[in-house]
């Protein structure tokens, strides 16, 4: 069958399972998101079989290939047969090449319909970028630590609007405490391809919120065409009143362990303040988490300031609030569309 090519991939997905054959390291570093990982070779197969290519000869390499993938012919159709699939299972390895090719040949010698993708991972990854770049129509939703920008952001969707939840998908909540609670980050690389994933079926005529964000998220980054092209766009600066800033951010965070709260000032000591740091601590310890929060604010309050003041041409919205309800605030950005 011809191979698909990689804009054809998603439809088809939707009630097919994507196959990638490439190695468990591969996968780690990135994969089509949904795809199911079968190897044809383990990491260290593949290094083997890579230095007799580069090394000896593309024969030797062949014949080691060969070596190694016979005997587990038997096995790889058993695995995919478990699969369900409405078509076809889709087939990729890095470059569109022998793996893949190789793969979808043995499911349809077994009679399970097998098609392979133009351009493997890699092409999947120059689309998925191409997306990324288009000219979305952004609004940023800007305003200082702990008022809800993310729960905001969460009612926008319900409401039936376009929303990128960029922590959500990185797994991140972007400040030193923003890894409590959440599993591992993904790589990069994932997170560009969770990103691309999100958005491939938006429409570009219309708006699209996100959060403001830096371009780090933890310990992985927007990509930077995407960023720049969302650090400019139209603000929308929703201000929260303090005391319910640090309800909220206490309700949040002080359930994580005294060790967990202090490991993570610790982290910035140098740009809170050597004495600031120490009090903050000092108050977690006590248990007097509104102390605490209330010193670490100051902080991350200056910071944010700082940001928000060269870009406050940007804000075609602003507003202070005194409680936090997400629905109103929700009905009143999207009615000054």
């Not at 391809?193 to 919120?209: M, Y």
């Not at 201000?239 to 319910?244: E, G, K, P, S």
Request: hydrophobic share 40%; net charge neutral.
């Amino acid at each position: 069958m011809k191979p698909l090519e990689p804009n054809e991939l998603f439809t088809i997905a939707k009630a097919n399972p994507v196959v990638d054959v490439r190695t468990p390291a591969e996968f780690e570093a990135g994969h089509i998101p949904g795809a199911i990982n079968i190897p044809l070779f383990t990491n260290e197969e593949r290094a083997e079989v890579g230095t007799l290519y580069k090394q000896v000869s593309r024969e030797k390499a062949m014949l080691r290939a060969l070596d190694i993938v016979g005997p587990k012919m038997s096995n790889l159709v058993k695995q995919a047969s478990k699969f369900k699939y409405t078509d076809k299972l889709i087939v990729h390895c890095w470059r569109g090449g022998m793996r893949s090719a190789s793969f979808a040949w043995l499911m349809n010698t077994a009679g399970i319909p097998a098609i392979t993708v133009n351009g493997g991972y890699k092409g999947f990854r120059r689309f998925a970028a191409s997306i990324i770049k288009r000219d979305w129509n952004f609004k940023v939703i800007t305003a200082c630590t702990g008022s809800g920008k993310t729960e905001l952001l969460l009612k926008l969707q319900d409401l039936g609007e376009q929303i990128i939840d960029l922590e959500g998908l990185a797994d991140h909540k972007g400040s030193v405490f923003g890894g409590l609670g959440h599993a591992p980050q993904p790589t990069t690389e994932q997170f560009e391809n969770n990103l691309f994933w999100a958005i491939k079926d938006f429409d570009i005529n219309r708006t699209i919120w996100v959060e403001d964000e830096s371009m780090c998220i933890g310990h992985v980054f927007i990509p930077r065409d995407f960023y720049n092209r969302m650090h400019f766009s139209p603000l929308v600066k929703v201000d929260l009143a303090l005391d319910q800033r640090i309800e909220r951010l206490v309700k949040e965070y002080a359930l994580f362990s005294k060790e967990e709260l202090t490991h993570a000032i610790s982290k910035i000591t140098k740009r809170l303040g050597g004495d600031n740091a120490k009090l903050a601590a000092e108050a977690i310890e006590s248990g007097n988490f509104h102390e605490a929060t209330r010193i670490l604010l100051w902080y991350y309050d200056k910071a944010y300031n700082r940001s928000i003041e060269e870009r406050r041409g940007l804000i075609s919205f602003e507003k202070e609030y005194k409680k936090f309800d997400a629905e109103q605030i929700a009905q009143e950005l999207m009615a000054k569309e």
